[in-house]
C-alpha cells in the first residue's frame, strides 16, 4: 500500500464511525445517555479535562489506539475543547513512551525495530534534518502513532524539538476527528437539521484540510527517503 492511498485510510475509518454513531442512535438512547455523561464530566470541572488527559496519555503509552479516545473528546468536551485535551493528552503520552524507549524499555524497543526498514529510514533521515522529520511524520501519517512515539525514543533526535514537532504536527488531524466527534454529539442531541448540516460540512471541511496537509507531508517524507506502506492509528 503506497502513501496515496492515506485518504482513503481515512475517509473509511470516518465513514465507520458515522455509521456506527447512526446504528448507535437509531438502536439505543444515546442521546439520554450522551447528555447525562457530558453533564457529569462537565460537572467535574477542570477535574474533568484533566482525567481524560491523563487517560489519554495513559493509552497511548499502553499502546492503544487513541484515535476513538479523540472521537470521544469532540463528543464530550465540543471542539475547542476537545482539540486541546487530545493535543495535550497526545503530547504527554507520545513523550513518556518515547523517555521509556531511551530508558528502562530501551532493548525491548530496539528488538522490535531491529529487522524494521522503515525505521532504519527514519532514522536515517532524522540524522539529516532532525525534528523537521518528526513534524512531517506526524502529518503525514507515515509510522503508527502509538508505535512511533517509542520509535522515536531510538533515535537523535532530541526532546524539546522532539515535543514542539508532535505538538505541531498532531494539530491538523486532531481537530479534525475531534470536530467529527462533535457533529455526531451534535446530531445526537439537537433536532435542529440547520445546525447539524453546518455540523457535517465543517467536518467535511476539516478532514479535506487535514487530507491535504497530509499528502504534502507525505510527499516530503518520500523525498527523505521514507517511503513505506502507511498506517491509519493516528491522536485524530
Known sequence: MKAHH??????AFVLAAIAGVGAALRFLPVALWLTHFQDY????????????????????????P??????????????????IVVIIGATLGSTAAFLLARTVMRHRIEALTANN?????LDRAISREGAKIVLLVRMAV????????????????ALGPYVAATFLGIIPG????????????????T?????????????????AVSIFVGRIATKAIRRAGIDDEPAADTPA
Open 6 to 11: 492515506v485518504p482513503w485510510l481515512k475517509i
Open 41 to 64: 464530566v462537565r460537572g467535574l470541572g477542570m477535574a474533568g479535562y484533566i482525567l481524560y488527559i491523563a487517560v489519554y496519555a495513559v493509552c497511548c503509552v499502553a499502546f492503544v
Open 66 to 83: 487513541a484515535s476513538v479516545l479523540t472521537l470521544g473528546a469532540g463528543l464530550i468536551f465540543g471542539v475547542i475543547g476537545g482539540s
Open 117 to 121: 526498514a522503515k525505521f532504519r529510514a
Open 142 to 157: 507515515i509510522f503508527p502513532f502509538t508505535y512511533s512515539n517509542y520509535a522515536f525514543g531510538l533515535t537523535g533526535v
Open 174 to 189: 486532531t481537530v479534525a476527528f475531534v470536530y467529527i466527534g462533535a457533529a455526531a454529539a451534535t446530531a445526537a442531541t
Open 191 to 207: 433536532a435542529s437539521k440547520v445546525k447539524i448540516a453546518v455540523y457535517v460540512v465543517g467536518g467535511a471541511i476539516a478532514l
